[in-house]
């Protein structure tokens, strides 16, 4: 078989949207060591807790929205969380499909002891950048979120 390689220029290295994938992912896989073996947390059950501990009480479609998971990954996390008797589900009133859902006094002592392991992991990491190397790449990224419209984002990465 014959390979062609294109006469086009195109260096991954240099291109944004992989390096940021990439980074992305090995943060991700890194910080999921934490959890994982200390807690029995997939990625995704994770950020189920993560953004219910952020925001109260959600449903499912509003965490696929803020997290971009898809809908079977979410609805397996929330099962699973349930079953742990991590989160609770009430029905929605006026929409029997949704189920609004919130930590549960187990779920809340769980993250207290989660969340600053957490944050101590990404001090660490964090602590090979200077004071200005963060508040850049915060900055940086603020902007971006803000050229695709999460200005929701955006504003609290400058604050």
């Not at 934490?34 to 109260?56: H, K, M, P």
Request: aromatic share 6%; hydrophobic share 45%.
């Amino acid at each position: 078989m014959t390979h062609y390689a294109s006469d086009i220029q195109f260096d991954l290295d240099q291109f944004l949207p992989y390096r940021l994938n990439r980074l992305a992912d090995q943060i991700s896989e890194q910080l999921a060591h934490l959890y994982e073996s200390s807690y029995s947390l997939t990625i995704a059950q994770w950020r189920v807790l993560a953004w219910l501990n952020q925001c109260g009480v959600l449903t499912a479609k509003q965490i696929r929205d803020a997290t971009r998971m898809d809908k079977a990954r979410v609805s397996r996390a929330v099962q699973a969380l349930a079953d742990r008797e991590l989160i609770s589900r009430s029905p929605d009133q006026q929409d029997q499909r949704a189920h609004h859902l919130r930590l549960t006094a187990a779920g809340n002592a769980l993250l207290e002891q989660l969340l600053p392991e957490a944050q101590a992991w990404e001090t660490s990491l964090l602590a090979t950048l200077t004071g200005a190397e963060r508040q850049a790449l915060f900055q940086a990224m603020a902007k971006l979120e803000k050229a695709f419209g999460n200005s929701e984002a955006a504003t609290s990465a400058t604050q």
